[in-house]
C-alpha cells in the first residue's frame, strides 16, 4: 500500500533521444510525487514534482504526465544529454507524512 | 548559503565499535530524516523527527539511534548491534505545511574495516 513501484532499474539512451522512466503507485492518499536527480557521490536533489490535480508540467526538457485512474506517473527528458546520466528516483507523500521512494532509475546517455 | 552539511564525507568503523554521523541544517526545516542507500535498493528511511526532542522509526532502524536536541542537529549513531553497515547514508530535512519539497546533504560513506 505504501510501495512506489519504479522501472526500468536501468536505462542505456542515445544523445538527443527521450528518456521514459515509470512509476506506479497503490495508495490513493498521495497528493504531492516529486522526482529526484542524483549524481555520483551528491545527495538526491529535487527536479521537479507534482499534484494529482494536474495531469502534466513540464520545466524545460522535463515533463511529467500523471494517470491518476492508472495510479501511475512517468518523467519524460526530452532531448537526453549526457549530463543528464544520473539516477533518478519517483517519490510519493501525503502531505506532512514522510516521502515514500521508488528504488531508483539509473540513466546512462551515449554520447 | 543555507543547506544540509553532513560529516564526516567518509567513515570507517571498526568491529564492535559505535560511530556517530552528523547532520546540520541551517534552513529552519521542521522535520530532519535519515536514509540508508545501498545499490538496487534505492533510499530506506532509518529515522526522522517532526519537532525537536522526539522521532520516529523508519523501516529500518534496528542497529541505529538518533537524538533530536536542537531543530538544526540530528545525529545518527550507528551502533554495535547493526551487523551489515557499510553502505551510503543521506541526512535530508524539510519545512512542514503544504508541499515541501526535501532537501538533502551530500551523504557519508560508511565502511568497516
Known amino acids: 500500500q505504501q510501495q512506489v513501484k519504479q522501472s526500468p532499474q536501468s536505462l542505456i539512451v542515445q544523445k538527443g533521444g527521450i528518456s521514459i522512466i515509470n512509476c506506479a503507485y497503490e495508495n490513493t492518499a498521495f497528493d504531492y510525487f516529486p522526482w529526484y536527480q542524483q549524481f555520483p557521490g551528491k545527495g538526491p536533489a529535487l527536479l521537479i514534482a507534482i499534484r494529482p490535480d494536474v495531469s502534466e508540467k513540464k520545466e524545460g526538457r522535463f515533463t511529467i504526465s500523471f494517470n491518476k485512474s492508472a495510479k501511475q506517473f512517468s518523467l519524460h527528458i526530452m532531448d537526453s544529454q549526457p549530463g543528464d546520466s544520473a539516477t533518478y528516483f519517483c517519490a510519493a507523500s501525503i502531505v506532512n507524512d514522510k516521502i515514500i521512494f521508488g528504488k531508483g532509475t539509473r540513466l546512462h546517455i551515449l554520447p | 548559503d543555507g543547506g544540509i552539511t553532513q560529516s564526516p564525507k567518509y567513515l570507517f568503523r571498526k568491529e564492535g565499535q559505535n560511530v556517530t554521523l552528523s547532520c546540520e541544517q541551517n534552513l529552519n526545516h521542521d522535520a530532519m530524516y535519515w536514509y540508508r542507500q545501498d545499490p538496487g535498493q534505492g533510499l530506506r528511511l532509518i529515522y526522522y523527527s517532526q519537532i525537536v526532542n522526539d522521532f520516529q522509526k523508519g523501516d529500518i532502524a534496528e542497529g541505529y539511534s538518533v537524538s533530536r536536541e536542537k531543530k538544526e542537529s540530528f545525529p545518527l549513531t550507528v551502533t554495535s548491534a547493526q551487523k551489515n553497515p557499510t553502505a551510503f547514508y543521506l541526512c535530508?530535512?524539510?519545512?512542514?505545511?503544504?508541499?515541501?519539497?526535501?532537501?538533502f546533504g551530500d551523504g557519508t560513506r560508511l565502511s568497516i574495516l
Open positions: 535530508a530535512s524539510r519545512s512542514l505545511g503544504g508541499t515541501q519539497p526535501q532537501h
